[in-house]
């Protein structure tokens, strides 16, 4: 491996740098996810919440949480083995923002070490508002947030429930919540000059008539790539019996927003611990782990 520059340092913007946010990236460089933040602030009807937040994680798997200290320590272990490491991502297990003091103290502990390693987060939405600035200020240029649909009555379709201030809203109430503070933290973030990816999960006779929508919808607040996903039922979900979309539809969907926003077709959908390349999975090197996480 080539020693990787400094985006300042090469010329190439981080998006260049970034796997999943660039297809040519997902060659030559490597991410590390750590996984520092186990809980979640909303109740998205496809999840259950013993496996990886499936908005960014293949469900089935749950990563061994990690302390800030220890996930620096992992960090730092992992550039000295990788040195086409170039992005560090918090993608769970739970939701990056449910307890932000984690989240932040990680990333402080990191940009202390490493002035230059790319911070990527991903969300549901639901506190970006109360967070956006802060993720500015520690340095986060790249954010996924999922959201898998921009109609309240659809949103209320798919997410049990959302917690905010200690106070539990449903239905309506509850989705009319999420949808407004995922749009309006995706415009603060993207008018600050955050490069956001929306992951948007297609649900069966749910939102799979809407996508093209939340594609337009995006677009016009700033994001800046769209990645269409299948959903992966999990067992013991309320969505557990919905029948898959299959992959063709995905691809013919992907196919009709790439008018509107570019797509992702390469994401992995990696644990909350994965580590190096995309689709090579360098934790059994790495962690000492028993089976290398398969891909
Ligand atoms: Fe599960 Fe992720 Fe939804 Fe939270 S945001 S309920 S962890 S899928
Ligand atoms: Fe990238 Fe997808 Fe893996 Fe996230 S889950 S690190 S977007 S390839």
Redesign the pocket.
């Given at each position: 491996d080539s020693k990787v520059e400094a985006p300042q340092a090469c010329g190439v913007s981080a998006t260049d740098l970034h796997?999943?946010f660039s297809c040519t990236g997902a060659h030559r460089y490597a991410?590390i996810?750590l996984p520092v933040a186990p809980d979640c602030n909303i109740q998205c009807k496809y999840c259950v919440r013993k496996f990886d937040c499936p908005n960014?994680?293949r469900p089935g798997v749950t990563s061994q949480v990690l302390t800030p200290e220890e996930a620096l320590q992992r960090f730092l272990d992992a550039k000295k083995r990788l040195s086409n490491l170039t992005v560090v991502?918090i993608?769970g297990p739970g939701d990056a923002l449910a307890d932000f003091d984690k989240t932040r103290e990680t990333l402080r502990l990191i940009r202390e070490h490493d002035p230059n390693v790319i911070f990527c987060i991903?969300t549901n939405g639901l506190a970006l508002p109360q967070y956006a600035d802060e993720l500015v200020a520690l340095g986060v240029s790249h954010v996924?947030i999922t959201i898998n649909a921009v109609d309240v009555e659809i949103a209320s379709q798919i997410y049990s429930h959302v917690t905010m201030m200690g106070m539990r809203y449903s239905g309506m109430a509850g989705a009319a919540m999420l949808v407004s503070n995922q749009l309006l933290g995706l415009k603060l973030l993207a008018s600050r000059g955050v490069t956001c990816?929306v992951n948007c999960v297609v649900l069966q006779g749910i939102n799979d008539h809407h996508i093209e929508t939340v594609v337009e919808k995006v677009k016009s607040l700033g994001a800046a790539i769209t990645?269409i996903m299948q959903l992966i039922p999990v067992k013991g979900s309320a969505f557990e019996h919905l029948e898959m979309v299959s992959a063709k539809t995905i691809n013919e969907i992907r196919k009709r927003c790439e008018r509107i926003l570019p797509q992702?077709y390469?994401?992995?959908?990696?644990r909350a611990d994965?580590v190096g390349l995309?689709g090579e999975d360098q934790s059994l090197i790495l962690y000492g782990k028993k089976e290398p996480v398969q891909e």
């Open positions: 796997p999943c991410r996810h960014e994680s991502g993608a991903s996924t990816k990645n992702m390469h994401c992995k959908q990696c994965a995309l």
